[in-house]
């Protein structure tokens, strides 16, 4: 049974900078592709990024690129997405996912086979 546990989120001021963390437990992390959604209140759940499985290939969602790094470190068995210069539009509950078919992480939210609780970020303008 896979596990996903999101952390790091919080309310933070228009400009600063958050880091979510996603462990992952049950399975080797190599295994999955792993990516970062979002979901904001009265809105579809939308792409953030995705890494591959060994972490050599990244892609972003347009509406962070050069804001946000999606990183992993498989022997410590967790995803991180460093959210910098974060704006009030970055509100949202913020999930990890994994995916088990893919080697280089996709960004429909249906193509993930598991899902984290997710974790609340806010940004205050």
């Known amino acids: 049974q896979v596990q996903l546990a999101e952390s790091g989120g919080g309310l933070v001021q228009a400009g600063g900078s958050l880091r979510l963390s996603c462990a992952i437990s049950?399975?080797?992390?190599?295994?999955?592709?792993m990516g970062w959604f979002r979901q904001a209140p009265g809105k579809e759940r939308e792409f953030v990024a995705s890494?591959?499985?060994?972490?050599?290939?990244?892609n972003y969602a347009y509406s962070v690129k050069g804001r946000f790094t999606i990183s992993r470190e498989n022997d410590k068995t967790t995803v991180y997405l460093q959210m910098n210069s974060l704006k009030p539009e970055d509100t949202a509950v913020y999930y990890c996912?994994?995916?088990?078919?893919?080697?280089?992480?996709?960004?429909?939210?249906?193509?993930?086979?598991?899902w984290g609780q997710g974790t609340q970020v806010t940004v205050s303008s």
């Open positions: 996912a994994a995916d088990r078919t893919s080697v280089l992480g996709r960004s429909r939210w249906d193509t993930y086979d598991y």
């Open positions: 890494i591959s499985r060994n972490g050599g290939s990244t």
């Open positions: 049950g399975r080797t992390l190599s295994s999955y592709a």
